[in-house]
């Protein structure tokens, strides 16, 4: 929940301006839902530059005020949404079970869902990372065939990096990918896990950013702050690039 329009407007005029269209990475913005259409019609000469939304509802349609239906995403262009985000987990109570219908909703109108997991601090502390992230993964997205599985993305975010300043270290952050592909693997095979885009979102940022890179399974990133400031996240996706052309 951040900028205002005209600011909003800005950033994506520099980023569309710099950023490289052939860098050979997927950019993914995913502005404020009172931005999507306006930003989705402003972004159609820059089919380098995607857009996501931040969440959507679990139901279809219907008298749920102030909610946004997966349909009318797709209605008005966007491709790919967020979901399961550490926040909506925590501050709106959403279960696995809700997100796990979210995913049907997106998929049923051909929404890619980037779909967030990850562990708390205690819950990290505690040793019980790999348990809370596991059935994260099993209640909530594990529920779909593998031709499903396989249009979405998944986020790994540890809530004890996100906003922090903190962020895991490589060896932290490739532990846990690794994990969840092996998860992938497990429930599906080891070509779907090998396809899958696994994300890495705590505090990245444009010094850090090459580094999480080079790790084995991270495929990306899901960018927070950094993402607020233009020249901060085209060095991020140049990171990206970097690692992509190496």
């Not at 931005?35 to 972004?43: A, H, M, N």
């Not at 262009?77 to 109570?93: A, D, K, L, P, W």
């Not at 790994?156 to 846990?176: K, L, N």
Request: charged content about 20%; proline content about 2%; overall charge negative.
């Amino acid at each position: 929940m951040n900028l205002n329009a005209h600011e909003a407007d800005q950033l994506v005029r520099v980023l569309t301006s710099k950023a490289n269209p052939n860098s050979g990475s997927i950019v993914l913005l995913a502005p404020p839902f009172v931005y999507l259409q306006t930003i989705c019609q402003g972004l159609k000469e820059h089919q380098h530059i995607l857009i996501a939304a931040q969440n959507c509802s679990d139901h279809l349609s219907g008298a749920f005020t102030g909610e946004i239906s997966a349909s009318m995403l797709a209605s008005i262009g966007v491709t790919y949404c967020i979901i399961g985000h550490s926040e909506r987990r925590s501050y709106f109570n959403e279960s696995n079970q809700i997100i796990a219908q979210k995913v049907f909703r997106l998929l049923e109108n051909n929404l890619c869902p980037v779909f967030c997991c990850g562990e708390s601090s205690s819950q990290r502390e505690g040793g019980g990372h790999f348990d809370v992230v596991g059935s994260q993964l099993h209640e909530g997205l594990f529920q779909l065939k593998e031709s499903e599985i396989q249009k979405c993305v998944i986020a790994y975010e540890p809530v004890w990096a996100i906003g922090t300043g903190v962020t895991a270290t490589p060896e932290q952050a490739q532990e846990m990918h690794q994990f969840i592909r092996r998860q992938v693997e497990e429930k599906y095979d080891k070509s779907i896990a090998d396809e899958m885009s696994i994300l890495y979102g705590g505090s990245v940022s444009a010094s850090n950013a090459f580094e999480l890179f080079t790790c084995a399974d991270v495929d990306g990133a899901l960018v927070g702050g950094a993402s607020l400031k233009a020249d901060e996240f085209i060095k991020i996706i140049e990171a990206m690039s970097l690692q992509l052309s190496r």
